[in-house]
């Protein structure tokens, strides 16, 4: 993975504690090198800084998102004005931390990320105990098959792909059913029940917030 | 706009107003000069047309008349003028003098003068003309006398009494303007006096005025002395602002400080860990009060700036209630949100700054988490009726009690056991529903904790700053 931060002291530490934990982790402080360094070489992930001294975090964002690179990146910002975290997605981040940020914290968010990045390839999402196979359309407890119905691996696919965010009964139902069939919330909110008790225990959860509906996240 | 010195104001004022007078009164001199210079010489013309009418007579069946030297003589009194003069018939034509002075249209002979002005022989000139009717051996029918005179003199006269007229006016006027000036000065002085204390002032004098007499400067005073408390007052607040905040920042420290320094001298690994954990509660403190002072300056900031935007309260607060739910994903913390109209219609955007008011929702819903047990129920509602539109918090928590609520607006009042607040949440919010003009209240929730709502009026007119 690449960091790309301007501040050694910060850098340093992090840096650490990647490696301690096994990654490998380049660093760069200027925005520019950041852009070269991207140009020639893949990473799984990118942790970016938006205060550069040469160029906003968010313009290297830009730049990559033009050449259409989809390496997931990740924004650190120091900034006290709430819209960088809006800019900063709409620019094509993947995720978005304020500092100072606990570092537990960021090596979550970056798991999450590499996850995503490495699931896309291999078909497998892995999280903890938790492991999904989309090729297989299985997912597991600690081994154990949770043996899902279709319509509950459709419904834990849209999660996955949405962890973190706030889906609607009627987001769900869009996704899940076809056009012809006619949805009702009641059976989505029944489904819903059923996949939390049969990844009860796991790392996957989902959380409902009454008069909002969904929100799925894995825990470490 | 350009300013313009109140003096400068008054003295063109009252100027404008002087010139129109005088203007008025040199229209009515000038038609009464004129009046009363052709009255006086035209007595004279009169008087010489009778003499001269008086010896007209019949002489051989003819008209005829024998010219009086007095008739001159009278005429003779407006030395510098020509006379011209012809006597003549209706039917015979002229007896005596020029023939060819002019007559008034349509003249009809009348024993009663006519007066008319005509120019002749290159001048302006005055005309009468009268006539006798005389019966004689031979003769009967009119005689006329028509008599035409310059008008130096009456010029002379009519100039005369316009020149002393407006030599009196203008002289009222010059005293009138210099008893404005003076007014006007004496008038302003007060004003002046305040604008010399206040130039004179040290920008860090902030007492009153001296209250001076005239009722309507002592009002502007008064004025001047409520805004000068005010200032005070907000010089005083961000003092103390300050002050709490250098105290608060540094005690946070000076704890980071001293907790470091014992786990550093800790030999036993066990002990060491547990010290570092709490150096890691007191770094996250630290970092929450950090945040909050950040966010209490930028939501001041804002107000200042005033960055008002239509907002759509209900999309706003899902946004915020998504996003703090990542931040207690783990926590067993239910929420529930609702956003309802009393009418469909009425979930209009209000007027306001959409950055602040996430600010202070966002504190609702962390003091709200915080505050609570950890297995909680926290709401957030949105409800709308016709003229506003309500943000209500509740919690299921311990609540304030009643006495304390105001209290607990105030920076750095936590109330909490808990040291993880920093006490200034609740003042975030009250600073954005100020500037918004929204009402905020403390009440109890039936879920049995607090209930914080924050009503904003609809309309753009419903925000302060």
């Known amino acids: 993975m690449l960091l790309v931060e301007d501040n050694d002291d910060l850098a340093e530490t992090i840096v650490e504690r990647f490696k301690s934990e096994g990654h490998a982790i380049d660093r760069e402080a200027l925005g520019e090198e950041a852009c070269d360094l991207l140009r020639h070489k893949e990473f799984d992930l990118v942790v970016l800084d938006i205060n550069l001294p040469d160029r906003s975090g968010f313009d290297v964002l830009r730049t990559i998102r033009q050449r259409n690179d989809a390496t997931p990146v990740l924004i650190l910002s120091a900034r006290s004005e709430v819209d960088d975290r809006l800019i900063g997605l709409d620019a094509g981040a993947d995720d978005y931390l304020t500092k100072p940020f606990d570092f537990r914290e960021l090596s979550a968010r970056c798991r999450v990320l590499a996850r995503r990045q490495a699931g896309d390839a291999t078909n497998q999402f892995k999280a903890g105990n938790f492991v999904f196979d989309r090729l297989a359309k299985t997912a597991s407890i600690d081994g154990v098959d949770c043996a899902l119905r279709n319509r509950e691996v459709q419904l834990l696919e849209v999660f996955l792909g949405n962890l973190g965010r706030v889906l609607t009964k009627e987001d769900l139902a869009d996704k899940i059913y076809t056009f012809e069939e006619v949805p009702s919330l009641n059976a989505v909110e029944q489904m819903v029940t059923r996949l939390r008790r049969k990844t009860d225990g796991s790392a996957f959860q989902i959380k409902t917030v009454r008069g909002l509906g969904y929100i799925a996240h894995v825990t470490e | ?465």
């Open chain 2, 1 to 465: 706009m350009k300013q313009r010195s109140l003096r400068r104001r008054l003295l063109i004022g009252m100027g404008s107003a002087f010139v129109v007078i005088l203007s008025i009164i040199y229209i009515g001199l000038w038609t009464y000069a004129k009046e009363s210079a052709n009255q006086s010489y035209d007595r004279l013309l009169k008087s010489a047309a009778l003499s001269i009418l008086e010896r007209s007579f019949v002489s051989h069946g003819k008209p005829s008349v024998d010219i009086p030297y007095s008739a001159m003589e009278t005429l003779g009194l407006a030395p510098n003028d020509r006379v011209f003069y012809r006597v003549f018939t209706v039917t015979g034509g002229t007896i005596t003098g020029s023939d060819d002075l002019p007559l008034p249209d349509d003249y009809e002979p009348s024993s009663e003068p006519e007066f008319f002005d005509r120019s002749y022989s290159g001048e302006p000139m005055r005309f009468i003309v009268q006539a006798r009717y005389l019966r004689g051996a031979g003769y009967s029918g009119w005689v006329v006398v028509e008599l035409g005179q310059t008008r130096l003199a009456r010029s002379e006269l009519e100039f005369d009494l316009i020149q002393n007229g407006l030599g009196v006016a203008t002289l009222i006027t010059i005293v009138g303007l210099i008893f404005v000036w003076f007014g006007i000065n004496k008038a302003l002085h007060p004003l002046i006096g305040i604008e010399a204390e206040l130039r004179q002032r040290d920008t860090t004098d902030l007492t009153p005025l001296k209250p001076q007499s005239p009722r309507e400067v002592a009002s502007l005073i008064g004025s001047i002395n409520g805004f000068i408390e005010r200032l005070r007052k907000s010089l005083d607040h961000s003092q103390t602002f300050i002050a709490d905040v250098a105290h608060q920042t540094r005690t946070s420290l000076s704890t980071l400080q001293g907790q470091l320094e014992l786990a550093r001298e800790q030999d036993n690994l066990p002990e060491m860990r547990e010290r570092i954990s709490r150096v890691e509660d007191q770094t996250r403190r630290t970092i929450r009060l950090t945040n909050q002072l950040i966010s209490h300056a930028m939501v001041i900031h804002r107000a200042d700036n005033q960055v008002m935007q239509a907002v759509d309260l209900c999309q706003l607060a899902k946004d915020v209630l998504e996003q703090t739910l990542r931040d207690y994903m783990a926590s067993k913390v239910e929420f529930e949100f609702s956003c309802v109209g009393e009418e469909e219609e009425d979930l209009t955007p209000i007027w306001g700054d959409p950055i602040a008011i996430r600010e202070a929702l966002r504190n609702l819903l962390h003091n709200a988490v915080q505050h609570g047990p950890e297995i909680n129920h926290i709401e957030l509602r949105v409800a709308a009726d016709k003229g506003s539109v309500s943000v209500c918090v509740d919690d299921a928590g311990e609540g304030i009690p009643e006495d304390m609520r105001a209290a607990a607006l105030e920076r750095f009042r936590s109330l909490g056991e808990r040291r993880a607040n920093s006490g200034l949440g609740l003042s975030i919010v009250s600073a954005v529903a100020q500037t918004h003009g929204a009402e905020l209240v403390l009440t109890q929730s039936p879920l049995g904790g607090l209930r914080v709502s924050m009503r904003f009026k609809k309309g753009a007119d419903a925000c302060v700053a």
